[in-house]
């Protein structure tokens, strides 16, 4: 019963997290919030860590059974997962993405100084050129590195599932702005497994 009530938590935390950035509540948000729209991101942000705390701490607060424990060479493959998982995700936020845009803070820098936020292109380099959500791929990843116990297989599978679903969700949200280059990036970049699609000649 406590583990279905884990799977429940996290699973009411990515519904919450999901539907506040949903073209729907969007829409919504920017009806209400006018021009202070901008504003929406960073609090989107703000939010969605906070309530993050809770829901750790109340799966942290479970007696679980440790399930997996890793040995060398086990532990040594597991630590270089983590690293090469964290290097992709800040390669990613840092390099391969707008981290202020990511955070909000591009949107209110845009709002004071006046500046109408122009449709940028789609971008192609580093490693979106190999994965189309490369820090989806990477959290993935990191999340199955730091499998122990019973919950965390719970915890785990609820936020796979949860990634795995956002993803395609955020996909038809980028086809509605970009329309046909993005099926066509589709076509050439894998969503979340790197070198799944044969190149075309």
Same mark, same amino acid.
């Given at each position: 019963?406590?583990?279905?009530?884990?799977?429940?938590?996290?699973?009411?935390?990515?519904?919450l997290?999901?539907?506040?950035?949903?073209?729907?509540?969007?829409?919504?948000?920017?009806l *209400?919030?006018?021009?202070? =729209?901008?504003?929406?991101? &960073? #609090?989107y942000?703000?939010i969605?860590?906070? @309530?993050l705390?809770? %829901?750790?701490?109340?799966?942290?607060?479970?007696?679980?059974?440790?399930i997996?424990?890793?040995?060398?060479?086990?532990?040594?493959?597991?630590?270089?997962?983590?690293?090469?998982?964290?290097?992709?995700?800040?390669?990613?936020?840092?390099?391969?993405?707008?981290?202020?845009?990511?955070?909000?803070?591009?949107?209110?820098?845009?709002?004071?100084?006046?500046?109408?936020?122009?449709?940028?292109?789609?971008?192609?380099?580093?490693?979106?050129?190999? *994965?189309?959500?490369p820090? =989806?791929?990477?959290?993935? &990843? #990191?999340?199955?590195?730091?499998?122990?116990? @019973?919950?965390?297989? %719970?915890?785990?599978?609820?936020?796979?599932?949860?990634?795995?679903?956002?993803?395609?969700?955020?996909?038809?949200?980028?086809?509605?702005?970009?329309?046909?280059?993005?099926?066509?990036?589709?076509?050439?970049?894998?969503?979340?497994?790197?070198?799944?699609?044969?190149?075309?000649?």
């Amino acid at each position: 019963m406590n583990y279905f009530l884990i799977a429940l938590i996290w699973a009411g935390y990515c519904s919450l997290h999901s539907y506040m950035i949903s073209i729907r509540f969007t829409n919504q948000m920017k009806l *209400v919030l006018k021009s202070h =729209y901008a504003y929406y991101r &960073l #609090f989107y942000v703000l939010i969605s860590t906070v @309530l993050l705390f809770p %829901v750790f701490y109340y799966t942290g607060l479970l007696k679980s059974e440790v399930i997996i424990t890793y040995h060398p060479p086990w532990s040594y493959i597991r630590y270089a997962f983590v690293i090469c998982s964290l290097l992709i995700f800040f390669k990613a936020f840092l390099f391969d993405y707008d981290s202020l845009s990511f955070l909000g803070f591009r949107q209110i820098i845009n709002f004071r100084k006046k500046i109408v936020n122009q449709q940028e292109g789609i971008k192609k380099s580093g490693l979106l050129g190999i *994965v189309r959500h490369p820090m =989806y791929s990477a959290t993935i &990843l #990191f999340l199955w590195c730091q499998t122990f116990r @019973l919950s965390d297989i %719970v915890a785990n599978a609820v936020l796979t599932a949860y990634v795995i679903i956002g993803t395609m969700l955020e996909e038809r949200k980028l086809v509605q702005e970009f329309g046909n280059s993005y099926i066509q990036y589709q076509k050439e970049v894998p969503m979340l497994i790197p070198f799944t699609k044969l190149k075309s000649k």
